[in-house]
């Protein structure tokens, strides 16, 4: 997108007065927007963290003591398969949980660099 074609997606807004110029426009949009995915993530990581009942650090270790007792613990074939299938389904959550992170980190890094 250009210049003149952010220019012109802004200036209906100040036009009708929502904002006092296209710069002013662009800041505070660009800052809503980065405070959205700054919540966004945040809800994101309190949710996991009251679901599993734990820390993301917590729940890494867990789920580290989880697969080696698949691997090496002392369990038939049918609680193998059970506790590893439980096993994949928190590895997509701590996968989740490890984006989500990394994610709102990233965010917060943009706010200083967009002066939010």
């Known amino acids: 997108m250009s210049d003149h ?4 997606l802004l200036e209906p807004l100040v036009r009708h007065q929502a904002f006092p ?3 002013a426009a662009m800041r505070a949009l660009v800052r809503d927007y980065v405070l959205r995915q700054i919540e966004q993530y945040r809800e994101r990581l309190v ?5 599993h009942g734990m820390t993301f650090e917590q729940f890494s ?6 697969a ?3 691997a090496h613990g002392q369990l038939d074939a049918e609680q193998k398969q059970r506790v590893a299938q439980a096993v994949m389904a928190e590895e ?5 949980w490890k984006i989500a992170r990394e994610f709102l ?8 660099e967009v002066a939010v």
């Open 5 to 8: 074609e952010v220019v012109a």
């Open 21 to 23: 110029s296209v710069e």
């Open 47 to 51: 949710l996991l963290e009251k679901q």
């Open 61 to 66: 270790a867990y789920l580290k003591e989880r």
């Open 68 to 70: 080696a007792l698949v």
């Open 92 to 96: 997509e959550d701590w996968l989740d």
């Open 105 to 112: 980190e990233g965010w917060v890094g943009v706010t200083a």
